[in-house]
């Protein structure tokens, strides 16, 4: 028994001090540990939402809430999945997280829960879509250069049609 004591304290320590989140769970989602790290992405103490429902407390749109059922009976048969959502920050602001999600067994094999790590990857993913929508504007512009070029060519070579035309049509009428 202290050996399995001193071996839980060891790994509570070990996620404690670690730098991305890490939440536990049991069957029915009710929050059971979280770490520093984890309270920082969502602004929550754990003493605020240690016992609750963590799908209640992180999800509210009707789709991620389906998502995090199904992950929640894939936990329940013992089965691991890395998945990225959207949580719902204390102060109302959604956090992109990447979470890697494995079940908890009791020591007699029975599925009691599910522990989660939870990167952080809101900024990165804000990153990339500012240089795709700087992309997309950079292509936009060479395409207008482009078609402004083009036209100006057009409009180059009407004039010369007409000039050297009307040139010749006078010639010839005199």
Same mark, same amino acid.
């Given at each position: ?132 929508? %700087? ?8 395409? %207008? ?30």
């Amino acid at each position: 028994y202290d050996t399995l004591r001193f071996s839980e304290q060891k790994y509570r320590s070990l996620f404690e001090n670690m730098t991305m989140g890490v939440m536990e769970v049991d069957n029915e989602e009710r929050i059971v540990f979280m770490n520093k790290a984890l309270e920082q992405i969502v602004g929550y103490s754990f003493e605020e939402i240690k016992g609750r429902i963590a799908s209640e407390v992180f999800v509210s749109d009707v789709d991620r809430k389906k998502q995090m059922d199904d992950i929640t009976e894939m936990r329940k048969q013992g089965r691991e999945s890395v998945y990225e959502i959207s949580l719902m920050r204390k102060d109302g602001t959604e956090a992109l997280v990447v979470i890697s999600g494995a079940p908890t067994f009791d020591i007699d094999g029975s599925v009691k829960g599910s522990i989660g790590i939870h990167w952080d990857v809101t900024e990165i993913r804000r990153t990339q879509q500012d240089l795709l929508n %700087e992309r997309i504007t950079r292509e936009q512009q060479l395409l %207008e250069t482009k078609l402004q070029a083009e036209e100006e060519q057009r409009s180059q070579i009407g004039r010369d049609l007409h000039d050297g035309v009307g040139q010749m049509l006078a010639y010839i009428q005199l």
